[in-house]
């Protein structure tokens, strides 16, 4: 895969627009799949959308294009909010987040936090080499990256699929199918 994380952060570009509840998702998924937990225990881990409204009440996020149930949010609240989810990980108050983030440009945002997701964009995915148990060579190389909690996408490096692009569309898909079941349990 890429050693720059920063195409990786961008794939998810073209999930946007979300809605509040959608992008609470997409950013819940990235969040699982780099395993990150809040030191401070009154900041939850996974956002929800009253979290999102709730930031932009406060002005931690931009102001969403719409307004009530029609509003959606970008690639830049996207960003904004996996900084604010990064911060409250590091024990940073709210306070804290929101003088930091306000002189922050686009560019510096975006390569702070595919620095701090690197691991789950899958950026120097694991490769496990198969092996035949009768003479012990190598069969085949697998890529293993991780998609959430608990899960993982395994896909042989000879496959048409072990294409970078096909790649991050494969767990992204996986995600965004993560975060629609969810939604639906949730309601």
Known sequence: M???P???LRAHARHAPWNARGLAAHVT???DAAGMRPTNASARAAPSARSVRF???NGLLDRPEGTGTSATY???HLLQLLAIKIR???GQSLETIKREMAGVTGDALERRVAQSLAP???VGADVTRARDDDNRRALSAWRRLPVADGIELHVRDDSPAARDEALVA???AVRAALGRAEIRSST
């Open 170 to 172: 494969m767990r992204e």
């Open 74 to 76: 970008g690639y830049r």
């Open 88 to 90: 409250q990980r590091e």
């Open 29 to 31: 998924a990235l969040v």
């Open 2 to 4: 890429s050693e720059s």
């Open 6 to 8: 920063v195409p990786l």
């Open 120 to 122: 789950a964009l899958g």
């Open 55 to 57: 930031y932009v009440a």
